[in-house]
């Protein structure tokens, strides 16, 4: 017998072995089954608006004494996705932010001989960002009210601030000009009121984040700062809720 057709024939007993050995093993099955939870074709739209205003007179707390002033914010924040897949979705959102601070007058009291006075302190910002996001959707069992998701965000902003101080002879300023880029995840939970609108709620869990701003101090002293930073803890701060529309 011809020793190459000796090792051919060993070599397929031997390949049918293992073939055999594996096809009469059973196929491990953990029982996760995916529905559809937001079908191909839907449109994902919202728009969330925050407004806050405040205004002390002759507020105390702790060793601060004889606050007055008045402070506002206000933001929104449109939103448009369209889901590609089942149960995946891309698109993007837009904010616009601003803030205003003023102080007429403080005291900050540490003890009966130490006490410092602020007077006439100006802060306005506006903060701008675009962002693109993707989402992966879960549904919780057969449920179609109920599912999670988690977003993959890529976010790109500036804005612009200034910080006045004084009066007069004595006024002195600050303007700063700021860049940032971030990018995360922000897992959330979505529950359906009716079956073209839903309440969100998500929280920024880790990511990275740079951010850049010149600072110039009275149009005379120029500064720059950069900063980066990688986060992997749950942020509290970034916890967001809004009603958003399944077209």
Not at 26 to 39: A, D, M, N, T, Y
Not at 92 to 97: I, K, M
Not at 118 to 127: A, D, V
Not at 208 to 223: E, L
């Amino acid at each position: 017998m011809n020793s190459n057709y000796l090792k051919y024939l060993i070599l397929t007993v031997f390949l049918g072995g293992i073939s055999l050995g594996l096809s009469s093993q059973e196929v491990f099955k953990r029982g996760l089954e995916q529905h559809s939870f937001i079908p191909k074709g839907q449109w994902i739209t919202g728009v969330s608006v925050s407004y806050t205003q405040s205004d002390q007179n002759n507020y105390k707390f702790f060793i601060i004494e004889n606050l007055n002033g008045d402070t506002y914010s206000f933001k929104v924040s449109p939103m448009l996705m369209y889901a590609f897949k089942d149960n995946m979705a891309a698109g993007g959102r837009l904010a616009y932010a601003r803030s205003l601070t003023r102080l007429r007058n403080a005291s900050v009291i540490i003890d009966s001989e130490t006490s410092y006075d602020i007077t006439n302190l100006y802060r306005l910002s506006h903060t701008y960002y675009g962002m693109a996001a993707f989402r992966n959707y879960i549904s919780l069992g057969d449920s179609k009210r109920f599912g999670l998701f988690n977003e993959l965000q890529v976010q790109v902003g500036g804005g612009e601030s200034k910080l006045l101080n004084g009066v007069g002879e004595e006024l002195t300023g600050v303007f700063e000009r700021d860049y940032s880029l971030d990018i995360g995840l922000a897992p959330g939970m979505c529950m359906f009121l009716t079956n073209y609108s839903a309440i969100e709620v998500n929280v920024g869990v880790l990511g990275f984040a740079y951010h850049k701003t010149k600072a110039i101090t009275d149009q005379i002293y120029v500064a720059h700062t950069r900063s980066q930073s990688a986060n992997f803890n749950v942020n509290l701060f970034s916890i967001t809720f809004g009603v958003v529309f399944y077209l």
